[in-house]
């Protein structure tokens, strides 16, 4: 049974709108946890499982109550603060673009998944909307080409208040404290798009760090997979530098007589080997050599 979950005169409407009223807009007394103590559901008042637009209009009329309080008996001061000079409560006419609450009614989605904490509310005018993480833990959609316009309008202005002129040179390190402020709008493929190509505007190594990298690949490999992928990142850099292992360049690692060095590690350690000597796109290196010996 839907419990009073979305029973509110302010945020019924839930993600449809975006608006901000604050207790001085509001001279209405409410309480949804009285209502919720009384066993009232939240589709008594709100008329959500039949909302295909964001645009609809759920928060109840003095109608709607008058078909559950007396109207010729209660006192106008049981609801409002100043009965001699009752407000209206207010609406919101700022709305998420693309919401249906009747799409997500169908799917058996409670009322408590988005608006959770409704039913202990004692006043009107209490924020019970979901923030976009907790949409996102249900729609994860953030590497779909133009997501932010399932649910925005396109035109709507979505970014971030700290995303100023400079936002390209220094998000780097709010990125580094904070990750998941950033993953809620961003996949991870659209960080790769630009890190892995040559449109950076400052290195992301220190300078020195083609020397130092082998320390740190060793120590944080899982990090450097973060933009490369895979050790075969390692492996195509290596082979178009030339840069090889020091035991290649030692006297005796290879020769046409009985292979050398090269030949004996290879028959006690051969997967070592083809983690650098094996392209599925071209014949193994050895190859190259064992076939003019023959």
């Known amino acids: 049974m839907r419990k009073l979950l979305l029973f509110s005169l302010l945020f019924v409407v839930g993600l449809s709108f975006i608006g901000i009223i604050s207790a001085s807009d509001v001279e209405l007394k409410f309480s949804h946890q009285s209502h919720a103590k009384a066993g009232i559901d939240c589709v008594t008042c709100h008329t ?15 109608e709607t ?17 100043n009965s001699e000079n009752a407000i209206p409560f207010p609406r919101i006419t700022t709305y998420i673009a693309h919401f249906a609450h009747d799409r997500h009614a169908v799917k058996g989605i409670l009322c408590s998944a988005c608006h959770s904490g409704v039913e202990a509310s004692t006043d009107a005018f209490t924020r019970h909307l979901p923030s976009m993480e907790h949409c996102q833990s249900c729609h994860k959609v953030q590497e779909t080409v133009g997501y932010c316009y399932l649910c925005h309008a396109e035109g709507d202005k979505l970014t971030p208040i700290d995303h100023q002129l400079d936002w390209r040179e220094n998000h780097g390190s709010a990125a580094h404290a904070d990750n998941k402020g950033c993953t809620s709008c961003h996949g991870e493929s659209q960080c790769l798009k630009c890190h892995q190509q040559d449109n950076l505007d400052r290195p992301v190594h220190p300078l020195n760090f083609i020397h130092s990298h082998p320390l740190e690949a060793k120590i944080k490999r899982d990090h450097c997979y973060t933009c490369h992928e895979e050790q075969e990142s390692c492996i195509t850099c290596h082979r178009e530098e030339l840069v090889m292992p020091k035991n290649h360049s030692a006297a005796g690692w290879s020769n046409m007589i009985d292979g050398g060095r090269h030949s004996r590690q290879a028959k006690l350690d051969l997967d070592n080997c083809m983690a650098c000597h094996n392209d599925a796109n071209q014949e193994p290196i050895c190859i190259e050599c064992h076939q003019l010996k023959n």
């Open 65 to 81: 109550c008058y078909t559950c309080h007396d109207k010729n008996s209660t006192e106008c001061s049981t609801c409002h603060q």
């Open 48 to 62: 959500a499982e039949e909302s295909s637009s964001a645009e609809n209009d759920l928060l109840p009329s003095k």
